[in-house]
Nanobody, 126 residues
Framework: QVQLVESGGGLVQAGGSLRLSCTVS????????MGWFRQALGKEREFVAA????????NYVDSVKGRFTISRDNAKNSVYLQMNVLKTEDTAVYYC???????????????????WGQGTQVTVSS
C-alpha cells in the first residue's frame, strides 16, 4: 500500500525557516504530482503548494508565494517544502498528499489526492 511520512515540523520564531520532507513508499514516485496542505486550529484544511510529476510546474496559494518553495527528488521518493520568512498565521498541521498516477499537473483541489500523511505540526511564535 501507499504510505507517506512527513518530517521537519517544529517550533520557530516569526521570520525564521523550516524545511518539511515527505517520503513516499509503495508506488513509483516519479509518475505523479504531489501536494502540501495545511490545517490550522479551528479552520478548514487548505491548499498550500503542489508540484507536477516532472517538477517543471508548481502551484502555490497566494499567501505563501515568494516565501515557500516546493521541490522533489524522484531518486529519493521525496517531496520538500522550504518555508522562509514564516509568519504566525502559518501555524498549522502540514500534510503531504499523493494523487492517482495519472494526475501529472500541480492540482490545488483536495479531492484529487487519494493518499495522505499523518501530518507534522508547524508552530510559529511571535
Amino acid at each position: 500500500q501507499v504510505q507517506l511520512v512527513e518530517s521537519g515540523g517544529g517550533l520557530v520564531q516569526a521570520g525564521g525557516s523550516l524545511r518539511l520532507s515527505c517520503t513516499v513508499s509503495g508506488r513509483t514516485f516519479s509518475t505523479y504530482a504531489m501536494g502540501w496542505f495545511r490545517q490550522a486550529l479551528g479552520k478548514e484544511r487548505e491548499f498550500v503548494a503542489a508540484i507536477s510529476w516532472s517538477g517543471g510546474s508548481t502551484n502555490y496559494v497566494d499567501s505563501v508565494k515568494g516565501r515557500f518553495t516546493i521541490s522533489r527528488d524522484n531518486a529519493k521518493n521525496s517531496v520538500y517544502l522550504q518555508m522562509n520568512v514564516l509568519k504566525t498565521e502559518d501555524t498549522a498541521v502540514y500534510y503531504c498528499a499523493a494523487p492517482h498516477t495519472l494526475l501529472r499537473g500541480p492540482s490545488a483541489t483536495m479531492t484529487d489526492y487519494a493518499y495522505w500523511g499523518q501530518g507534522t505540526q508547524v508552530t510559529v511564535s511571535s
